[in-house]
């Protein structure tokens, strides 16, 4: 990334824009932080900085304090009523306030899109977009008055924006707003330069190239650590043997587990597999796991606070969770939400598991990507028997409409790939 970083800012004083691509866990919340320090170096202020959720929000503030000299103060915008967060509440230097004029000498301004998109005023020569991919073009239509040049920071191959209410309308259309910024960014500049990230350094050796072939067949990258450099071991012998055991073993032992119960079409909230994913997150825990990595020569416990469960719709996560502790620090989410963080180990729900027909919701290859690139050393991946088949059943029958780029590759190309890799790793039910 220090190499990537001067060539990044060179750019940017050249155009109005620069892109920079990013597999799972490259660094792009770190290349912001760095960003963010060489503009204020420079003196490349003021500057504005938009993220897509409030839990991005106020996670690039934390890292910023830190790692910003003394006294700059960072402003921080919110809706009226909004109640700092103690990460964001413990910093003097942050003020936080539902208008620019609310912000004081703040030089550094930092809001979610939604937030910047209902600001009337207010200049600024540089930004940074942070997860630009998961904004939606309209959104940047709606701020692009306020900025001179930015930098776009992103990754391509996890979930695009998506909306509740049907798009069809605006199919084909340039100014499609369901289309990310960046699309439309690069559609109608495709002279501004893209930077890639080509390391992963939260994927471990194992799982980076499983990924990168399923996901970013063009754009492929490769793993910060090598083979060996990260091992999970259990402290505890098994209980009895059963299945959840060998599962875990197996993830542990190779990076990667596929815990197969019967095939069975189901309902979307399949209790034996919501109570299956419960269990094999418990037993981590009571097998004692113990995660060796760059970062913790010595070992250190993977705790509850290590350990996420993804599922693709919200009844799955409540369903999931009704089988934990009410005090679990378990993290039980959907992959929109898991989207950007990190974890030791990973329990995946499969979206297709148990399903009649395969959707364009279940088969979004960003969906998958997202669930299967959140972990740094071992994912156990949930599923009922009969995906490969499901999927040989119904082809991506997507139409192909004029004007809209076809995305690579499509949901039935990467969940073929995954289902293949896993089936040398598979623990039968």
Not at 270 to 277: G, I, L, R
Not at 287 to 313: C, F, K, L, N
Not at 330 to 351: F, K, M
Request: proline share 7%; net charge neutral; aromatic share 6%.
């Amino acid at each position: 990334m220090t190499d990537v970083l001067p060539g990044v800012l060179a750019d940017l004083t050249s155009h109005r824009g620069v892109v920079v691509d990013s597999p799972p866990g490259a660094g792009k919340s770190t290349l912001v932080v760095k960003a963010t320090k060489e503009m204020v170096s420079s003196g490349q202020l003021p500057l504005m900085i938009v993220a897509q959720t409030n839990e991005q929000v106020d996670d690039l503030i934390s890292r910023l304090i830190t790692a910003l000299p003394p006294g700059v103060v960072i402003g921080r915008l919110s809706a009226q009523g909004y109640v700092p967060t103690p990460r964001v509440a413990a910093h003097a230097s942050v003020t936080v306030g539902s208008k620019v004029a609310d912000l004081g000498p703040a030089l550094i301004v930092i809001g979610t899109a939604a937030k910047w998109a209902t600001l009337n005023d207010g200049q600024w020569p540089w930004a940074i977009v942070d997860e630009a991919y998961q904004m939606r073009s309209d959104m940047l239509l709606r701020i692009a008055n306020r900025f001179d040049k930015a930098l776009f920071v992103g990754d391509p191959g996890q979930l695009d924006p998506f909306s509740v209410v049907e798009s069809e309308r605006w199919n084909g259309l340039t100014w499609d707003p369901m289309q990310s910024a960046v699309a439309v960014l690069l559609r109608h500049n495709p002279h501004l330069p893209v930077h890639r990230l080509p390391v992963s350094w939260r994927l471990p050796f194992s799982a980076a190239p499983v990924v990168s072939q399923a996901f970013y067949p063009f754009t492929g990258f490769s793993s910060g650590t090598g083979d060996g450099d990260r091992r999970l071991s259990l402290t505890t012998a098994s209980f009895g043997g059963g299945p959840v055991d060998a599962a875990v073993e197996t993830a542990a032992a190779t990076g990667w587990a596929l815990y197969e119960l019967p095939n069975r079409h189901t309902l979307r909230t399949d209790a034996e597999a919501a109570a299956a994913c419960a269990s094999l997150a418990q037993r981590f825990l009571e097998r004692g796991a113990v995660a060796y990595s760059e970062q913790a020569p010595d070992g250190a416990p993977v705790t509850a606070s290590r350990i996420a469960i993804g599922a693709a719709h919200r009844d799955q996560v409540a369903a999931i969770r009704s089988y934990l502790p009410p005090s679990s620090e378990i993290t039980v989410d959907t992959a929109n939400r898991l989207q950007g963080r990190e974890y030791d180990v990973t329990i995946v729900l499969h979206p297709l598991s148990g399903r009649r027909d395969a959707t364009a919701f279940h088969l979004e290859s960003g969906r998958l990507c997202v669930l299967a690139s959140r972990h740094r050393h071992a994912c156990v991946v949930v599923a009922r028997a009969g995906i490969p088949e499901l999927l040989d059943a119904h082809p991506s029958t997507e139409p192909v409409h004029l004007n809209v780029p076809v995305k690579f590759p499509d949901g039935w190309e990467a969940n073929q790939s995954i289902m293949a890799h896993l089936n040398g790793h598979r623990v039968n039910v």
